[in-house]
């Protein structure tokens, strides 16, 4: 299988390509390189060996080019198109060893997708569109997903915001996973509820849910708590989707910061992750779903050098009863997993791009669907489903923006 790179104004789409030889795109490829999280975190050099390892790959033009090797994303694709030594490194994409390749230990396993029955990318880019404008939900219903119950006055753990579209069709379920560093925020935050108005305006029940917050001074509510609580909310959305208007055949996570690192995890464990139930949840069943939507989110979080101090900090103070390495999406990877569409800012200080990098790298490693979409210059936080990316160019935002939409209706409608 050969690798491509679909440079889109500074916004750079891995992607992979069945059959014939794909030309390389050098829009704006310079920009993406010289700011890409690989070359912001010093693994631009290291992307060099990647170039390197992709044309050892016969990679063909991604592996050979000079563009590609001397760009932190960039060169990541290039090793798309490697060999399967690098390839077929799955485990080592998620691995400190791996890691230290930054860009090359991500994609190494886009080039293991020689055994792939099916194209690798889950979604092509889309540049255009008529992005959601909504605010704030008209109406919002609050639930207690442990009690099946209005959720208290003050209530943010196991919680749901649900916001219906104006249909008495059932439809499709986007849950919304905050970030906050584990320790933070809540479900009925100004920027989580923008989400799920906006989803409800493109015609899903947006959902926003709350999770047990961990106190880092005491380890209170450390892992697998989180990732516990959004199983089970999962599983009630599933189970009470005639009273919620949901179709429960069609549910997405969608995730940012720490609850894009919920819904990697969860998305990867589905049905296989008991440990990470820790026996709160009244409810038992199935908490798959179809789809996740990933920004900024961590995926292999025993690689302590792609997060800030301060999260590293908090992941040793939360993690709880778990390992790192058995809180980390690229554990639990395989191909039965949903598709994926990852996007991350190159200027992220607090959760280093290469993280999105690994997940992809893991995902094509496994054969799943994803798809990739660092954002030039944008920094951690930027919201979702909003065109105006803070560092990021309009072009860049509106691409990211229509990009998953357009995800979303390709694994939610019918």
Not at 66 to 72: L, R, T, V
Not at 104 to 117: E, L, M, N
Not at 245 to 255: E, F, N, S
Not at 322 to 342: E, M, Q, Y
Request: charged content about 10%; overall charge negative.
């Amino acid at each position: 299988m050969d690798a491509c790179r679909l440079g889109l104004g500074g916004v750079l789409i891995l992607v992979s390509a069945l059959g014939a030889g794909c030309t390389e795109s050098s829009e704006d490829g310079g920009a993406a390189g010289s700011s890409g999280a690989a070359g912001s975190s010093g693994a631009a050099g290291s992307s060099g060996a990647a170039g390197s390892s992709g044309a050892a790959g016969s990679s063909g033009a991604a592996g050979s080019s000079g563009a590609a090797g001397s760009s932190g994303v960039a060169g990541s694709s290039g090793v798309a198109g490697s060999s399967g030594a690098a390839g077929s490194s799955g485990a080592a994409g998620s691995s400190g060893a791996a890691g230290s390749s930054g860009a090359a230990g991500s994609s190494g396993a886009a080039g293991s997708g020689g055994s792939c029955s099916g194209a690798l990318e889950a979604i092509a880019p889309t540049q255009s569109c008529t992005p959601p404008s909504s605010t704030a939900p008209p109406s919002l219903e609050k639930l207690d997903y442990f009690r099946n119950q209005p959720c208290p006055r003050q209530g943010n753990d196991a919680c749901l915001g649900v916001q219906r579209p104006a249909t008495s069709e059932a439809r499709p379920a986007v849950l919304v996973v905050h970030g906050g560093g584990f320790t933070g925020g809540g479900p009925f935050g100004s920027s989580v509820l923008q989400v799920v108005a906006r989803l409800a305006e493109r015609g899903y029940v947006g959902i926003s849910v709350g999770y047990r917050l961990c106190d880092p001074r005491t380890g209170a509510n450390g892992f697998p708590a989180p990732f516990s609580d959004v199983r089970c909310a999962v599983r009630f959305v599933r189970q009470n989707a005639a009273s919620l208007g949901v179709d429960p055949r069609r549910l997405a996570l969608l995730g940012t910061s720490a609850g894009g690192a919920i819904v990697n995890l969860v998305g990867a464990a589905a049905n296989g992750g008991e440990v990470l139930d820790d026996g709160s949840c009244p409810l038992s069943g199935d908490s798959s779903v179809s789809a996740v939507l990933s920004y900024y989110g961590g995926h292999d979080l025993a690689n302590s050098a792609d997060f800030s101090t301060n999260i590293q900090g908090t992941l040793a103070a939360c993690h709880g009863t778990l390992s790192l390495g058995t809180a980390s999406a690229t554990t639990w990877i395989d191909a039965a997993d949903p598709p994926a569409l990852l996007l991350h800012g190159t200027a992220d200080d607090s959760v280093n791009a290469r993280q999105s990098e690994r997940g992809l790298s893991a995902l094509h490693a496994a054969c799943v669907p994803a798809t990739y979409l660092p954002l030039a210059g944008a920094r951690h936080a930027f919201s979702p489903l909003e065109p105006a990316v803070p560092g990021a160019s309009a072009a860049d935002g509106t691409t990211a923006t229509c990009t998953a939409l357009a995800f979303l209706d390709r694994y939610l409608r019918p």
